[in-house]
């Protein structure tokens, strides 16, 4: 066993070992860590090493997994009601905010409100999700065949604009950064759980290698055609639409427009000095276009065209 390894059997020598981390401002505000790779706020890290190393997964688990402002609340909205199997005509996104009804694991800490069910107590099939990077997921998920994963991605520009809006939003100070800071931290990949595009080709590769246990999602598409999409992630989870009316349903219910409006996603916060109404914003695709300079798009495009080489991934 190495030191490290072995600094792992307590909460008090993990703060240790994350001490020994090296460390970086966002936006020269946040103090960020990087641990296999990865930069990550030290709370969120301690919780990631913890259910790397213990969590034992199930055949029936569902993880959900995304990079930062991706479509993550979206995404859990859908699979909460595809894994009721529309039989419950109670809407339970009227409410409670999808991250309620989906936990993010890393992030229990930060609730203010208790989520629906614990990760280690909750009912199966559990159905939970995570930002972290594929690679430091617990082996007991990556060595199953029969665990599932859902990964969401967004174009690059969009995830930056929202991610920029988001953190000057949630922290409740006007121009919290420049953009031109985010740009520059977004390329650099020291932001919450950046690099980006290592973070989405970890997924997008494995995705290939096992399409069985990992559908990979694009935002765009789930714009273009969110009943091809849903219908897509429903047979994905073993749970296919009997007839066109129960897709129908879900599509209503989860639309962007009507969560946005609903009234439990307008008020309140379910996490610290993180209101619900932050989480839905405008939700289009190239919203981009309506903040960066011709020189923040060509940065952006240059560094992802480098990043994407060879992949086979279009962003």
Not at 55 to 78: Q, R
Request: hydrophobic share 35%.
């Amino acid at each position: 066993m190495s030191d490290k390894e072995s600094l792992l059997h307590s909460g008090e020598d993990i703060d240790k070992l994350i001490e020994q981390l090296p460390k970086a401002l966002y936006s020269d505000k946040i103090e960020l860590c990087e641990w296999e790779g990865f930069w990550c706020e030290p709370t969120l890290i301690k919780a990631a090493m913890i259910f790397k190393k213990t969590f034992k997964s199930d055949p029936n688990d569902v993880l959900l997994a995304s990079s930062v402002k991706t479509g993550t609340t979206w995404l859990k909205a859908i699979c909460v009601c595809i894994m009721q199997d529309n039989k419950d005509e109670q809407d339970v996104l009227v409410k409670d905010n999808p991250h309620f009804h989906v936990p993010t694991i890393e992030a229990m800490d930060y609730y203010i409100k208790s989520p629906a069910n614990d990760l280690y107590t909750m009912p199966y099939p559990r159905l939970f999700h995570t930002h972290l990077p594929y690679k430091v997921l617990p082996d007991s998920i990556k060595n199953s065949d029969y665990c599932k994963i859902i990964y969401i991605v967004r174009n690059p520009k969009d995830t930056l604009i929202s991610m920029w809006h988001f953190f000057n939003n949630h922290k409740r100070v006007e121009n919290f950064f420049p953009l031109e800071k985010a740009v520059e931290c977004f390329c650099n990949g020291v932001h919450h759980y950046g690099p980006f595009f290592e973070h989405v080709l970890e997924y997008w590769e494995e995705s290939k290698r096992r399409p069985q246990k990992i559908l990979f999602l694009k935002y765009e598409d789930l714009k273009i055609d969110p009943k091809k999409e849903v219908d897509k992630i429903a047979l994905f989870l073993g749970k296919p639409f009997g007839n066109e009316e129960d897709l129908e349903k879900v599509l209503w219910r989860c639309s962007l427009e009507r969560l946005k409006n609903l009234e439990v996603n307008k008020s309140g916060s379910l996490f610290t000095v993180v209101p619900n109404s932050s989480f839905f914003r405008k939700g289009i695709v190239g919203d981009w276009k309506n903040y960066m300079t011709p020189e923040m798009e060509e940065k952006l495009e240059k560094i992802t065209s480098l990043k994407l080489q060879g992949s086979g991934l279009e962003l």
